[in-house]
């Protein structure tokens, strides 16, 4: 009965996200898009941690179209039709994109595979390598004479 | 034993090894090498495989990746109607690109910090609208991040007579995909764009450009 009375108490700010109140914008939700969106005058910087007057003026756009009632995804999905990509800092898992974010856990999983297939056989080689034949029997006894000779 | 090659010494131990059945963790043909190779020479083979495979596609990706330049920026708006804007000139008054339907517009973006490719631009964007502004060209030139003092003193500099406004909040800019000045949208009679110049605009390109779309019926 208890958790049925919390669930939609913690649904709630689910909710507030979803559908922010007309003329309050929260600036997380701004800052949460700029950390998306390529500050375009930058080498590699988001528009959320440049410093730049464009990337300010893009934060000011971004606030403006939340206000008016777009939700994140049309705020993004406008600078997306007028940039294109190129104005998303992580590219959109598709087509030859893909590659950016398939490749590094294909190389994680073949260099695992490989560590694992070397491990075992060098394991092996070491289990089956007969140590006790590599001295002879005249070195024993070499060694047994001259231990003997060291200690009377 | 001495008379054989040393890396089939190895091999020699192996087999003697399983033979006594002192290896009975080495599986008969196990490992990735063909049938009962020794372990050694299948590490090779797979090496042997191993460097290409990793390297050649990485080389090819480069290949790619240095061919391609960062800084041309396909314009998606290309083919599409310029989204309109209007402007408060510097002179006074306002301008719409609604008011412009039917006649060729070149829109330039600008600053007067964008030395020396906005003003290598500037005269050639102002004979060229002396030159084509009647016979239905229009030159807008919209000054982005700059201060009204700076960019006033910039157009009496050039003499510049085509209309002239402030972007202050960067509205016209993003709609346009602008990343840079200086930039230059050609739009054609119906109001679409139909090229992004990108970097100083040069008479040769201008006046092709406008001819181009001159030429077409509206």
Redesign the interface.
């Known amino acids: 009965m208890r958790r049925a009375a919390l669930l939609p108490i913690l649904l709630l700010p689910l909710l507030a996200w979803a559908a922010p109140p007309a003329g309050s914008v929260n600036e997380d939700t701004v800052r949460q898009i700029a950390a998306e969106l390529r500050c375009v005058v930058c080498q590699n910087l988001s528009v959320a941690d440049s410093p730049s007057e464009m990337a300010n003026q893009m934060r000011g756009i971004i606030r403006e179209r939340l206000q008016a009632g777009d939700t994140p995804e049309q705020v993004v999905a406008y600078f997306v039709d007028k940039y294109g990509e190129w104005i998303l800092l992580s590219p959109r898992p598709r087509g030859f994109n893909l590659l950016v974010w398939v490749l590094p856990f294909a190389g994680i999983g073949v260099g695992l595979v490989a560590v694992l297939l070397l491990a075992r056989r060098w394991s092996r080689r070491a289990a089956s390598e007969p140590v006790a034949e590599a001295i002879d029997a005249a070195t024993r006894e070499r060694i047994r004479r001259e231990m003997a000779e060291l200690e009377p | 034993m001495a008379a054989r090659p040393v890396w089939e010494s190895h091999a020699e131990?192996?087999s003697?090894?399983?033979e006594r059945g002192?290896?009975p963790?080495?599986p008969p043909g196990?490992?990735?090498g063909r049938g009962a190779k020794p372990?050694s020479e299948?590490?090779w083979r797979w090496g042997k495989w191993?460097i290409p495979l990793a390297v050649v596609p990485l080389l090819i990706l480069l290949a790619y990746g240095f061919r391609t330049d960062p800084r041309a920026?396909?314009?998606?708006?290309v083919g599409r109607a310029a989204a309109p804007f209007s402007i408060t000139l510097f002179s006074g008054g306002s301008l719409s690109l609604d008011e412009l339907k039917g006649k060729v517009v070149v829109v330039n973006f600008w600053a007067s910090w964008c030395y020396p490719a906005c003003y290598e631009e500037a005269p050639g964007l102002e004979r060229g609208w002396r030159a084509y502004r009647d016979r239905g060209v229009v030159v807008v030139g919209v000054d982005i991040?700059d201060t009204e003092e700076a960019a006033r003193k910039f157009m009496r500099q050039f003499s510049l007579t085509f209309p002239n406004g402030p972007d202050p909040?960067?509205?016209i800019?993003?709609?346009?995909?602008?990343?840079?000045v200086p930039e230059t949208f050609f739009i054609d009679r119906s109001g679409r764009i139909r090229k992004k110049h990108v970097g100083a605009v040069t008479e040769a390109v201008f006046t092709g450009e406008v001819e181009r779309l001159l030429k077409e019926p509206s």
């Not at chain 2, 920026?73 to 708006?77: E, G, N, W």
């Not at chain 2, 800019?173 to 840079?180: A, E, M, P, Q, T």
Request: glycine share 24%.
């Open positions: 131990v192996g003697d090894a399983s002192l290896g963790r080495n196990g490992g990735i372990p299948g590490i191993a920026i396909p314009s998606p708006l991040q909040a960067g509205r800019s993003v709609d346009y995909g602008v990343y840079g």
